[in-house]
C-alpha cells in the first residue's frame, strides 16, 4: 500500500532535490544546508468570528537566509499545513535564485477558506497574522517581505501594510515590507498580471527554439497553439488572457472549481471571466460544451497544459492521460515527483514552476526597489527620452525631407512609463533564466528534464552565495 501512495509535496520538492544534487559536485553538508527550512514559525491565534473565538492555525517559513530579505506569499487555504509552507517556501529560495532576485526563500500559510469569512472578518485574520508576524520579527522590509498567494490579493496587502506602519511609525522603508500592494498604496503597475505575462514570456521564449519543438512535434511560435487551463484565478486568467491577445494562441479549456468547459474554435477568456462573474460559475459558456469532471481539462488534446491552481494534480494515477505536448506549471508543485518521471518517459516537456511562475516575484522584487527609491520606474528619463527621440526624428525629417504622422512620431518618441519598464524588466529576466536552464542542461547530457536542470541551476547560484559568506570554506 504504502508504495503506491503518492509522496506528499515537501517530499516531491525533496526528491526532485536530491534528483538534482548528483549533478552539482557540490558538497553533501552545503547540500544539505541548503536543503533544510531555516525557520518555521507555527502560531495559533484566537479572533473573535460573530460572537464566538476561533482558534486560527498559521504559519510563515523562512527557506534560506543566504540573502535577505527573504521573499514569498501568504496563502489562504483550508489545506495549509506545515510541510506544504515548508515545500513552498523552498521552492520560493530556487525560484529567486533563478530569475536572479537576491531573496532567501519563504512562504506563509492561514488555514482558512476565505470564502467562509466577510471581508470585515478576513481583514481582522490578517491583521492579527500580521501582529503575530511583527511580535516575532518575521515581517519587515530588510527581514522577509510577504507577498499574495492562493487566496490573497492586493487588498489582503494593503491591511498587511497598515498594520505594519501601525507599529512601526516613523520607519522609513516600510512600505517596503510587502509587495502585491494596491498601485495606490506604494504599490507597482503590472504586479498583479505580472506572473501571467511571465509564463507568456516564458512560453514564448522556449516556442522559439525550433530543434526543442522539432523533437515534441511542435512548430515555433505562440500563434495558433492550442492551450488548456486549470484554474481561472490570478495567475490562470492573466495567462489565458495575454497568450490569447499578444500570442495569437487559442484556449480550448478552462476549469475552475464548478467544473471544465471545452472549445475547439477557443474561449474567450474576458468574456468567461464576466460569464462567470454573472453567473457564478464558467458551466454553460455560450459556444463551448461542459466538460463531466473539472479533472478532464488536464486530459484534453492541446499544445500547452497549464495547471495554475494548486499543487498535486498531475500524479501518478492521471499522468498517462496527459495529452499535451508541454506542460508549463504556472502553480506551484502541480505535477508530483512520480507523475514528471512518467510524463518524461512520454517525451513531454515539464516547464517548472520555480521557473516559469518566477513572473510574480521578479516584479515584487521591482515594488520593493520602487518603495526602497521612494520614487516610481521612469520618473527621472521619460520626458529626457522622449525629447532626444524627439530631436532625433526631427533631424531624420530634416535629413530625408520627409515627414512623418503625429500618430507614427508619438509611438516612436514615447518615452518608457513604469508598466513599460517593468514589463520589459520582466521579460529580459525570463528570457535570460530560460537561456541559462537550457545552457545548463545541453553542458549536462544526463540532466532527463528541465526541472532537474533548473534545480542544478537554482543550486549553483545558493551554493555560492554561502560559499562568498565564508560559512563553507
Ligand atoms: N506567491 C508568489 C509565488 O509563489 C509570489 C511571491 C512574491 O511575490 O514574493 O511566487
Excluded at 522556449?206 to 523533437?215: C, G, H, L, N, T
Amino acid at each position: 500500500m504504502a508504495k503506491t501512495r503518492e509522496v506528499s509535496f515537501l517530499d516531491s520538492v525533496s526528491q526532485n532535490f536530491d534528483k538534482a544534487a548528483p549533478h552539482t559536485g557540490l558538497p553533501d553538508g552545503l547540500l544539505q544546508q541548503i536543503k533544510v527550512c531555516n525557520s518555521v514559525y507555527q502560531m495559533r491565534f484566537p479572533v473573535k468570528i460573530g460572537s464566538e473565538y476561533q482558534v486560527i492555525e498559521a504559519y510563515r517559513v523562512q527557506h534560506s537566509h543566504h540573502r535577505l530579505p527573504t521573499k514569498g506569499g501568504i496563502r489562504y487555504s483550508q489545506k495549509v499545513d506545515q510541510e506544504e509552507v515548508m515545500a513552498l517556501a523552498s521552492l520560493m529560495t530556487y525560484k529567486c535564485a533563478l530569475v536572479d532576485v537576491p531573496f532567501g526563500g519563504a512562504k506563509g500559510g492561514v488555514k482558512i477558506s476565505p470564502r467562509d469569512y466577510t471581508t470585515a472578518q478576513l481583514q481582522k485574520i490578517t491583521r492579527r497574522y500580521t501582529t503575530e508576524l511583527i511580535r516575532k520579527n518575521f515581517i519587515g522590509p530588510g527581514i522577509d517581505v510577504p507577498a499574495p498567494d492562493y487566496g490573497t490579493g492586493s487588498r489582503e496587502m494593503a491591511w498587511i501594510l497598515d498594520t505594519y506602519q501601525t507599529f512601526k511609525g516613523g520607519e522609513i522603508d516600510s512600505a517596503g515590507c510587502v509587495t502585491g500592494k494596491p498601485v495606490s498604496q506604494n504599490g507597482i503597475q503590472g504586479r498583479t498580471e505580472a506572473t501571467g505575462r511571465g509564463v507568456y514570456y516564458a512560453l514564448k521564449e522556449i516556442v522559439s527554439y525550433k530543434d526543442d519543438m522539432a523533437k515534441l512535434g511542435l512548430t515555433t511560435g505562440m500563434e495558433g497553439k492550442t492551450i488548456a487551463i486549470q484554474g481561472l484565478g490570478n495567475v490562470g486568467y492573466h495567462t489565458g488572457v495575454i497568450c490569447q491577445e499578444e500570442g495569437g494562441a487559442t484556449i480550448v479549456s478552462v476549469a475552475e472549481y464548478e467544473g471544465a468547459i471545452y472549445s475547439k474554435n477557443g474561449i474567450d477568456m474576458k468574456k468567461l471571466l464576466k460569464h462567470r462573474k454573472s453567473t457564478g460559475s464558467i458551466l454553460n459558456f455560450p459556444g463551448a460544451k461542459n466538460l463531466k469532471q473539472r479533472k478532464e481539462v488536464l486530459e484534453v488534446d492541446c499544445d500547452i497544459l497549464i495547471p495554475a491552481a494548486l499543487e498535486n494534480q498531475i500524479r501518478k494515477d492521471n499522468a498517462k492521460n496527459v495529452k499535451a505536448k508541454i506542460v508549463a506549471e504556472a502553480a506551484n508543485g502541480p505535477v508530483t515527483a512520480d507523475a514528471q518521471n512518467i510524463l518524461t518517459k512520454k517525451g513531454i516537456m515539464v516547464v517548472p514552476d520555480m521557473y516559469i511562475n518566477a513572473g510574480g516575484v521578479t516584479v515584487s522584487y521591482f515594488e520593493w526597489l520602487k518603495n526602497l527609491s521612494h520614487m516610481r520606474f521612469g520618473r527621472m528619463e521619460k520626458r529626457f527620452d522622449q525629447n532626444t527621440y524627439n530631436n532625433l526624428v526631427s533631424l531624420v525629417e530634416r535629413l530625408t525631407g520627409h515627414t512623418i504622422g503625429k500618430k507614427e512620431r508619438s509611438l516612436i518618441t514615447k518615452g518608457a512609463d513604469e508598466i513599460d519598464l517593468v514589463r520589459s524588466g520582466l521579460e529580459e529576466t525570463m528570457i535570460t533564466a530560460y537561456q541559462q536552464i537550457r545552457e545548463t542542461s545541453k553542458r549536462k547530457k544526463k540532466i532527463e528534464d528541465m526541472r532537474t536542470a533548473a534545480f542544478v541551476s537554482a543550486l549553483g547560484k545558493v551554493s555560492s552565495d554561502y560559499l562568498n559568506l565564508g560559512i563553507f570554506p
